[in-house]
């Protein structure tokens, strides 16, 4: 069971990125062939829930990165705008002052 190629674990067991290449989920390939292969299946389910977990996640957090530039942007253009506004105000303020002294 251990090497055969007709194994239920043959090609199911990826191995983890930047770990060691005989841990699988905390268990060397070996320890896993030798468990219930309704266990084996549930682990892989878990790791590939947990996979597009992460996924969804990072996908989260870049739209919500997108989300807060464009809002740091209209905020900007705002504030822009507001000084303008201002500007426009104490002209008109001046102008009026200056219609009231006549």
């Given at each position: 069971?251990?090497?055969?190629?007709?194994?239920?674990?043959?090609?199911?067991?990826?191995?983890?990125?930047?770990?060691?290449?005989?841990?699988?989920?905390?268990?060397?390939?070996?320890?896993?062939?030798?468990?219930?292969?309704?266990?084996?299946?549930?682990?892989?389910?878990n790791?590939?829930?947990?996979?597009?977990?992460?996924?969804?996640?990072?996908?989260?957090?870049?739209?919500?990165?997108?989300?807060?530039?464009?809002?740091?942007?209209?905020?900007?253009?705002?504030q822009?705008?507001r000084?303008?506004?201002?500007?426009?105000?104490?002209?008109?303020?001046?102008?009026?002052?200056?219609?009231?002294?006549?």
């Amino acid at each position: 069971m251990h090497g055969e190629s007709g194994s239920p674990l043959s090609g199911a067991i990826k191995k983890k990125p930047g770990k060691s290449s005989s841990v699988n989920n905390g268990r060397t390939d070996q320890e896993l062939q030798l468990l219930d292969p309704k266990k084996v299946k549930r682990i892989l389910a878990n790791r590939q829930s947990a996979a597009k977990s992460k996924e969804r996640r990072q996908a989260h957090m870049s739209e919500l990165e997108h989300e807060l530039a464009a809002v740091q942007e209209e905020s900007e253009a705002l504030q822009t705008h507001r000084q303008e506004l201002l500007g426009d105000l104490k002209v008109l303020e001046a102008y009026s002052s200056s219609l009231a002294a006549e």
